[in-house]
Every structure is written in structure tokens, then in C-alpha cells.
């Protein structure tokens, strides 16, 4: 925890105290103390509760001010306009995305937290608290042996995730939220994060206007590739520290309102190129091949879907990476980008990948150095 207190501890808006107050009392978790966790990266924050019994939960805080979320009948013009959220088709925060993403998860018998109440127009959650330092990232780097087991154990998860149906929406007590498609524009958007900020980040690169027109080109033909391959249910921020082992040999799921009809290689991606935390090639090749051996999926196809989603997924995390440390001012990221980069390089010595590997090699060929 990083402070304990009264509600109003991390806030001067009064309005927006009152309204938490309210929220907890009918909920019956007004008189709880109340200790705010670790920052999220978004504009969510979370704090646990402890009642007078002892008993824990989670408050999850989401006011609705971030850009608004892409809408199915939204054309990319409208999208361009309304912001990162829609251009990207990002949740922004609501909390009816996270609610009714959980419930799906839960008919398919996977392990979300369970939400006790919820205030979707205020941006409120009271949700169950699946304990401290059970982060799969944490427990691994108390006990670097049951690495390959956790991530194993996430594998199947994933497994059971792709196999079952894409809904195109997910409906609970009349409420609706569409999921819907990773498609070419938003692809687009994120991708061009590495050729819009990574000549910022580092000196060394440079993207003449040639050099732009050329990036747009091997860009979309990967993109291309990309939309041809086969869609399932994707968390889209599948990783370690989204991750909780829980008793019961069960796999909780933290962070999930981004769901899109993605692929199966994003969310392998996420897990096992992992710029936070080095995955050992050990761990990430018997992640995949649990993840093969429970759904029956050729190798052959995933490694390259593998190699270009991943590929892309690479270029979006070092300009992400870039963003941050250049136009937001957190330098904390720099320690993660040669890693980012690695696994960028690496992404890009398969044949698929050669057109971008062809492109990035002329603009940051030191990216290559020291990759087999």
C-alpha cells in the first residue's frame, strides 16, 4: 500500500469524494478503512477495503474523462477525431467494458474477479480482492523455478480463451458492449507510434520523407497479412503482471476491458515477449508449445503469425515506449526499450517479416547487433 487514510486522502474533488462515499455506503463498505494500491497506468485507480470483520475487497476508481470509446458505426474519420480511445478502439476506462468482459469470461469458465456492485455513470467498481503478491511476475521473481510452470498454467488459460465463440457483443442486465475488430486503422495508429517517436527518443534514427513513404509501405503489408488471419477473443494485455495465481491451482485475470477480435498471437505475444521482464527461450517455447498441443493449432502457422503480429505488436510497445519517455517525461521506460528492441529484432528474422526487417535495418541497424 502506498497510503491508508480517509476516502478523501488522494483527492481534492470534493464532488467526486462524495460520490466514492456513496458508492461504498450502499454497497455496505462505507465505514471500511481503505488503503490506495500502486498507480495504474490509466486514469483508474484502486484501492483495498477492510471492513470491521476483517473481510477485503477492491474499490476500482474510473471516472469518465478519458477520450470516448470507438462506437461499431464510427467511420475512421469520426475515429481520428474523437481521439486515441477510438482511434485505437481502447476501452477508456468504463467500467461497463470491465464488468461485462468479466462476466463473459466467467460463462466460459475462466477466472476474473467477481464484481460485488458497480456504478457504471459515476465510474465505480467494488470487486473481489484476489490477494497481495500474487502477481505471476512477483511470484516468479521470489522463486525463478516456477517459471515455466505459471506460465504454462497462463498458456491454458489462453487455450480455453481462443477456443471459445467470438461474441460480437456482450450483453448483461440491459447493458450492451460491442467487441470489436483490431482492424487495419487501428493497427495503423499504433504501429506508426515507432516512425512518429522513436526519431524523437534517439539521435541515431532518421525517417526521411522517403523514408516515411517506404515505412507506410512495408507497414500496410504486414497489416494486410495480419487481417487475413483467423480472429478470436483477445485481452490484448496479456502478461505477467496482469496475471494472479490463485489457490485452487487457478489463474486470475486482472486486466481485460480492452477486449478485442484480435489473434491468438497477440496475446501469446504479450505473454512471451515481455519488455518488463526477461522471459527466458525456454519458458516461451514451452508456452507455446502447451498452447499447441491444447488447441490442435498448426506450428507452422502460429510461428508465423507469431512473427508478424509480433512484429507489429514490437513496433508499437518501442514507439509506446518512446512516447513515454520523450512527450510525457517518464525516463523509466528507457530501461525497458533495449529489451523491447531485442525482441523487436528478433520478431523480424523471420521470412515473413522481411520487407519491415529490410526497412528498419537502413534507419536503426544497431537494433541488430548482438542477434543471432
Not at 82 to 91: E, I, V, Y
Not at 106 to 129: K, S, V
Not at 183 to 210: G, H, K
Not at 335 to 345: E, H, N, V, Y
Amino acid at each position: 500500500m502506498e497510503n491508508t487514510g480517509s476516502l478523501g486522502s488522494m483527492s481534492s474533488d470534493t464532488s467526486r469524494i462524495s460520490k466514492r462515499s456513496e458508492f461504498l455506503e450502499t454497497t455496505g463498505w462505507g465505514q471500511a478503512e481503505i488503503g490506495w494500491l500502486q498507480q495504474d497506468a490509466s486514469t483508474r485507480r484502486y484501492a483495498r477495503l477492510v471492513n470491521s470483520s476483517g473481510q477485503t475487497a477492491i474499490l476500482m476508481d474510473a471516472p469518465r474523462i478519458e477520450p470516448p470509446p470507438c462506437t461499431p458505426g464510427m467511420s475512421e474519420q469520426e475515429r481520428h477525431a474523437a481521439g486515441w480511445n477510438a482511434q485505437s478502439r481502447l476501452a477508456g476506462s468504463r467500467v461497463e467494458a470491465f464488468v461485462l468482459v468479466a462476466k463473459h469470461l466467467q460463462r466460459i469458465g475462466l477466472r476474473p474477479p467477481e464484481i460485488y456492485a458497480d456504478d457504471d455513470q459515476n465510474g465505480f467498481i467494488l470487486l473481489e480482492d484476489f490477494g497481495e503478491n500474487r502477481e505471476l511476475a512477483r511470484l516468479i521473481e521470489q522463486d525463478p523455478a516456477r517459471e515455466h510452470d505459471l506460465y504454462k498454467k497462463a498458456a491454458l488459460v489462453l487455450a480455453k480463451l481462443h477456443q471459445a465463440a467470438l461474441p460480437d457483443t456482450i450483453e448483461a442486465a440491459g447493458r450492451v458492449w460491442p467487441i470489436l475488430s483490431f482492424d487495419a486503422f487501428a493497427l495503423r495508429a499504433n504501429t506508426d507510434l515507432f516512425a512518429d517517436w522513436l526519431p524523437e527518443y534517439d539521435s541515431r534514427v532518421e525517417i526521411s520523407e522517403q523514408a516515411r513513404a517506404h515505412w507506410d509501405a512495408v507497414r500496410d503489408g504486414l497489416i494486410s497479412r495480419t487481417n487475413a488471419f483467423p480472429r478470436v477473443f483477445t485481452l490484448r494485455d496479456y502478461h505477467a503482471e496482469n496475471l494472479v495465481y490463485l489457490p485452487g491451482n487457478e489463474i486470475g485475470l486482472l486486466d481485460f476491458q480492452d477486449a478485442v477480435a484480435g489473434w491468438d498471437a497477440w496475446d501469446l505475444a504479450m505473454l512471451t515477449q515481455d519488455a518488463r521482464r526477461y522471459v527466458s527461450p525456454e519458458t516461451a517455447q514451452l508456452t507455446l508449445r502447451a498452447y499447441l498441443d491444447h488447441t490442435g493449432t498448426s506450428e507452422t502457422a502460429l510461428t508465423e503469425r507469431l512473427a508478424i503480429i509480433g512484429t507489429l505488436n514490437a513496433l508499437r510497445i518501442t514507439g509506446v515506449f518512446a512516447r513515454l519517455i520523450e512527450r510525457d517525461r517518464k525516463p523509466k521506460y528507457a530501461a525497458f526499450m533495449t529489451r523491447q528492441q531485442t525482441i523487436l529484432a528478433r520478431s523480424l528474422q523471420h521470412p515473413a517479416t522481411a520487407d519491415m526487417a529490410g526497412f528498419i535495418r537502413q534507419i536503426a541497424p544497431f537494433m541488430f547487433e548482438g542477434i543471432s
